[in-house]
């Protein structure tokens, strides 16, 4: 599952997965949902991408941002 699929699953805002998993900003956990051939887009570091195993109780794992399921 993609950390965008998880987002709209939980019906999270940007603002609040970035609350979530103690991102700066919306702006950044924005960047973690884009499409894999989007320019902007961003992988969440090591610190980041463990919060987001936790959060999301092993639902979204380093995997699901790096193989495409389109």
Request: glycine share 2%.
């Amino acid at each position: 599952m993609t950390i965008d699929e998880y987002r709209i699953s939980k019906s999270w805002s940007y603002s609040e997965l970035a609350r979530q998993t103690g991102a700066s900003h919306a702006t950044v956990a924005r960047r973690w949902c884009l499409k894999m051939d989007d320019k902007e887009r961003l992988i969440p570091n090591q610190l980041f991408m463990d919060r987001i195993i936790t959060v999301t109780m092993g639902q979204v794992t380093p995997n699901d941002f790096y193989i495409s399921r389109q």
